[in-house]
Structure formats: C-alpha cells, structure tokens
C-alpha cells in the first residue's frame, strides 16, 4: 500500500483495531485487510468499508515451542490462520486456550492484546488475537 503519514498510519490501526476491512458490493466479495481496488471487479467494484464481526474458526496452525527471548514467557503459544464467517483469512495468536485441544475447525472470536512494545519511543502495539468462544455467528 503507497499510504503515507500520520492519516495513513491511523487509518491501518483502525483497520487493525477493528478488524475494519471492505466489502466488494459488485461482487459480494469480503477483503482483509482492506483493498483499494477489488481484485475481482477491478474498476467496476464497489468498495465499501466493513467491520468484521471478529467470529470464525481456525483453518490452519501450528504450535510455537522456540522463538525469540521476547516471547519466551507465552510459550508454548498458537499461531493459526483463522477463517472470518464473512471468508477472508487472517494470521493471529490464539489465546486463553490448552495449546494441545486446539483443532482446526474450533470456533474463535477475535479478543484486543498488547503485542509488543516497541523502539526507544515505546510505542505499545495492540493488535487482534483470538481466543475459543461458544459463539455462533449470525451470518450467512
Ligand atoms: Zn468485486
């Protein structure tokens, strides 16, 4: 993405926050994170902006045991590509959950976590994780 500046940094990190992205209303499609252009209509797509519920299920992980210092008390830890009901897929953390009864197909609602801190300015990056739910979606 050619976004520049403080209005571009903002608008990712309410992208980001609410897992804001859009819907293609040519074609129905659902985009995460947000496009520009729908890659299906090109020019004849209609973008507009939605806000994902935050419920799927996870459609793929894998179980991290090393990783850097930094990260060594969450481990071991899950990352998984969870699939939104609406159908794009995301890459996140699953948490509050035994990593070893994590499968795919498990339902996950999106839950907002500190990352990480980061540089000598110590900007504190919150992101999306996910975390087991019951909840079942209303969209079809
Ligand atoms: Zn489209």
Redesign the pocket.
Known sequence: MAEKGVAGVWRKIRAIYNIQGNQ?K????YYFPPRLV?P??RR??QLEIHKFKGLGKIYSFAIVRQAPDHFKRQMPYVIAQVELDEGPRLTAQIVNVDVDKVEIGMRVRACFRKISEQGHEGIIVYGYKFEPTMEVTGHD
Do not use: D, H, M, R
Request: one cysteine or more; proline letters at 0%; charged letters at 10%.
């Open positions: 293609c040519t074609c129905g499609n729908c299906t209509c004849k797509g």
